[in-house]
């Protein structure tokens, strides 16, 4: 078994620390609240065209993975916005905890969207309640991106212009 050099010694020496503190710590002073995070929403297609089904795709952590689940996600489109939120539940808000972070990831289809420019928001929310009423803010994130009108819609319609003009002259 190979020995640990002095600086990864100390590199775990001070990890251990840390996770000695975090579980000392009463659930008071952890913002249980700011465990579900959103740090990307991913966009398929990239440049997205008014006949495209849209995925997006929110992702993030989960800082307590031991005592916090995802229950269930929805979505609102009003005019150039769209809402997506996702639900957890924490099934030990006040106990002690030991700090694992996993990853979480939810995908949701969006049929073809009129070409402009869309506002987007994604956010958790957590309840700490076991009958899931009351949910509370964890994190928001949010972008923009722009449909575009199909290339091939955009050539009918280029080449019906141009077949008024010849008419008319």
Do not use: H
């Not at 495209?52 to 489109?77: P, R, V």
């Not at 928001?140 to 819609?153: C, D, K, L, R």
């Amino acid at each position: 078994m190979k020995e640990l050099t002095k600086s990864e010694t100390s590199l775990f020496l001070r990890f251990l620390i840390v996770i000695a503190i975090l579980m000392a710590l009463p659930a008071t002073m952890i913002d249980c609240a700011k465990a579900v995070t959103v740090d990307i929403v991913d966009i398929d297609p990239i440049n997205p065209t008014d006949a495209d089904i849209i995925k997006l795709t929110s992702s993030g952590w989960i800082g307590y993975a031991y005592d916090i689940e995802f229950i269930d996600g929805s979505s609102n489109i009003s005019g150039n916005s769209i809402e997506l939120d996702f639900f957890f539940y924490d099934s030990n808000p006040t106990g002690n905890r030991f700090p694992v972070a996993v990853e979480w990831s939810q995908t949701v289809d969006i049929a073809p969207l009129s070409p402009g420019t869309y506002d987007l928001t994604s956010t958790t929310w957590i309840s700490y309640n076991p009958l899931l009423t009351n949910y509370q803010l964890s994190q928001t994130y949010s972008t923009s991106f722009t449909v575009v009108p199909e290339p091939t819609t955009v050539l009918i319609l280029g080449m019906g212009g141009l077949l008024l003009r010849k008419r008319r002259a």
